[in-house]
């Protein structure tokens, strides 16, 4: 089989490498020159693990090309993946289109035999009905089908969740249409995984449910964390006492400094957006994004409080800067508020991160970026883990200690437990769990 996948940022590059990788041709079109020269050389723009590995073995064997001339990818496809970026519109908080709407007339003008049109981009219930019109405007009597395929990647296991997944949904009317589909995800049959076929409507609508769900999970044990916190309760054994309930279940009750990311903050705004202007407002997941949002803020007064009621003049070391490990992406982290908030409030930093650095440059101002975490900690008053990297899960606590000036360490994704840190005489603040404060 062949398809096209139009778009090579993070959907794109990934699954198109995942199906190359089950013996699928592929070929990728960006506008973005660049990029496209970058990945013939076999070199990944973003950080993902095996990605960049992936991308090399298929390019090598010839299954993978990348290309800016979208009449040559589309050639002979069966199917055509629209992958482009959907960002949040500045103002409203919608998803902006445009990008897709764009490739559908760019789809409709280089259109010849039957193929199917599948959206893989996150897009707002009806976009796969406009794409279709867009197409059946410019081109009347063009052979094809408009079908949806959301995506269910996790930044950082990316890969993996492609070729494992718990599901595949396919949205669309047609059963010529579900069944090319079917067949480009052959491969997984063998893992039994499930392929929910459904309407083009209800399977743009699942992948906003479900980043929803998982946001309001993750929110309601943020806000019990707080909770814990007040009423000397701890976080970690309440996560575990109910999330083995099974009708709960233990993923994503990990409380921290808020979510972040590249779908979570945009998807749940959309969602809203939606289902106000549908005249049935989710109104638990507006109240998440403001809860969310508001989080992020209030991490700064921990850090303030454990550092006696004020960081001003207080050089902060920071590590972690992006919104989860294994990923370089910067977006909506917790990082992009709490740094320019501590500084605010007179605060110096410091910071370094695994992967992050290089984008964290070009959103954050005067940070001191250091080559590692031992750098950023010497002569520093506090250290604030925002992010849950390795590299920061075993750190020497013996010469974090001699390097601060304060044995302060707040740890915002409660990698440390408390007898540890209490026998390493820290003052140390973590999530929804006792305070060791000074002399405590
Ligand atoms: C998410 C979805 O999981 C994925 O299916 C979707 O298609 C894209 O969005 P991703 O944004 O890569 O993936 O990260 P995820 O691992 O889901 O985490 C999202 C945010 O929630 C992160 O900021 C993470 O730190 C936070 N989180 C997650 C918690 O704070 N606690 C948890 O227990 C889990």
């Not at 409030?345 to 250091?370: H, T």
């Not at 408390?418 to 003052?427: T, V």
């Amino acid at each position: 089989m062949k398809i096209a996948m139009i778009g090579a940022g993070y959907v794109g590059l990934v699954s198109g490498a995942c199906f190359s990788e089950f013996g699928v041709d592929v070929v990728c079109v960006d506008k973005d020159e660049n990029k496209i020269k970058q990945l013939n050389s076999c070199v990944c723009p973003i950080y993902e693990p095996g990605l960049e590995n992936l991308i090399t073995s298929n390019v090598n064997s010839k299954r993978l090309v990348f290309t800016t001339d979208l009449s040559l990818a589309m050639k002979d496809a069966d199917a055509v993946f629209i992958a482009v970026g959907t960002p949040s519109r500045r103002g409203d908080g919608h998803a902006d289109l445009s990008f897709v709407y764009k490739a559908a007339e760019e789809v409709a003008a280089n259109l010849q035999d039957y193929t199917v049109i599948v959206t893989k981009s996150t897009v707002p219930v009806g976009t796969g009905r406009e794409v279709k019109r867009i197409i059946m405007d410019q081109k009347p009597g063009a052979e094809f089908d408009i079908a949806s395929n959301p995506e269910f990647l996790r930044e950082g296991a990316a890969i993996s969740d492609f070729m494992r997944p718990d599901r595949v949904v396919i949205g669309t009317e047609n059963k010529r249409a579900a069944d090319v589909l079917s067949e480009l995800y052959r491969p997984l049959n063998l893992l039994e995984t499930p392929i929910v076929k459904t309407t083009l409507e209800t399977a743009e609508l699942i992948k906003y449910a479900a980043n929803s769900f998982l946001a309001t999970k993750v929110t309601f044990i943020n806000e019990f964390a707080t909770l814990c916190e007040k009423l000397d309760a701890d976080i970690q054994d309440l996560a575990k006492g109910i999330g083995l309930n099974g009708r709960i279940g233990s993923k994503f009750l990990h409380a921290g400094p808020g979510y972040g990311g590249s779908c979570f903050p945009k998807d749940t705004l959309a969602l809203a957006k939606t289902a106000q202007e549908a005249g049935a407002p989710t109104k638990i997941v507006e109240t998440v994004v403001d809860i969310n949002n508001h989080r992020k803020v209030e991490m700064v007064d921990k850090v303030s409080r454990a550092c006696g009621g004020s960081v001003e003049d207080k050089t902060i070391a920071v590590l972690g800067l992006t919104f989860k490990p294994n990923t370089d992406d910067m977006r909506d982290s917790p990082s992009l508020v709490i740094i320019p908030e501590l500084q605010k409030s007179g605060a110096k930093i410091k910071a370094f991160d695994p992967q992050g650095m290089r984008e964290a440059k070009k959103f954050l101002q005067n940070v001191v970026f250091c080559r590692g975490p031992y750098e950023a900690m010497d002569g520093a008053h506090a250290v604030v883990i925002i992010t849950e990297w390795n590299a920061f899960r075993a750190l020497d606590l013996v010469r974090v200690k001699s390097l601060l000036k304060t044995p302060i360490l707040v740890d915002l994704r409660n990698i440390y437990n408390l007898s540890e840190m209490e026998k390493a005489g820290f003052i140390y603040y973590s999530i929804g769990r006792r305070e060791l404060r000074i002399g405590s």
